[in-house]
C-alpha cells in the first residue's frame, strides 16, 4: 500500500523547535495539495497547514507566524514548528493529492508522528 512516510517528531519544552518530514514514495510523480493535519487526545483531527503546487499557503490561526510549510524537489513537504506551546501537543500527520507516475491521481496519507511539548 502506498504511503507517505512522516518523520521528526519528539518530546520538547515550550519555545523549542522541531521540524517534521513528510516524504512521498518514489512511485509518486508530483503533489498537487499537501496538508498537515494535528489531532490531540479528546479533541478533532484540524487542518494546520497546507501548501500547493503552485506554492500559496494555508496555516491556521493557531500556527501563523510559528509555523512554516515548505516542499523540495524530492518531494518531501516540511512543517517546520518554532515556538511551540504545550497546546501543540498531538499526533501529526500529513494528507494530501498527489499523481502518480503512471499518472493516477490518490489521495496519500502517512502514519502519523507524535510531538510533546511538555515542560
Known amino acids: 500500500q502506498v504511503q507517505l512516510v512522516e518523520s521528526g517528531g519528539g518530546l520538547v519544552q515550550p519555545g523549542e523547535s522541531l521540524r517534521l518530514s513528510c516524504a512521498a514514495p518514489g512511485s509518486i510523480l508530483s503533489i498537487n495539495t499537501m496538508g498537515w493535519y494535528r489531532q490531540a487526545p479528546g479533541k478533532e483531527r484540524e487542518l494546520v497547514a497546507r501548501?500547493?503546487?503552485?506554492?500559496?499557503t494555508y496555516y491556521a490561526d493557531s500556527v501563523k507566524g510559528r509555523f512554516t510549510i515548505s516542499e523540495d524537489n524530492a518531494k518531501t513537504v516540511y512543517l517546520q514548528m518554532n515556538s511551540l506551546k504545550l497546546e501543540d501537543t498531538a499526533a501529526y500527520s500529513c494528507?494530501?493529492?498527489?499523481?502518480?507516475?503512471?499518472?493516477?491521481?490518490?489521495?496519500?496519507w502517512g502514519q502519523g508522528t507524535l510531538v510533546t511539548v511538555s515542560s
Open positions: 501548501i500547493t503546487q503552485s506554492g500559496s
Open positions: 494528507g494530501g493529492a498527489v499523481v502518480t507516475t503512471d499518472y493516477r491521481s490518490l489521495e496519500l
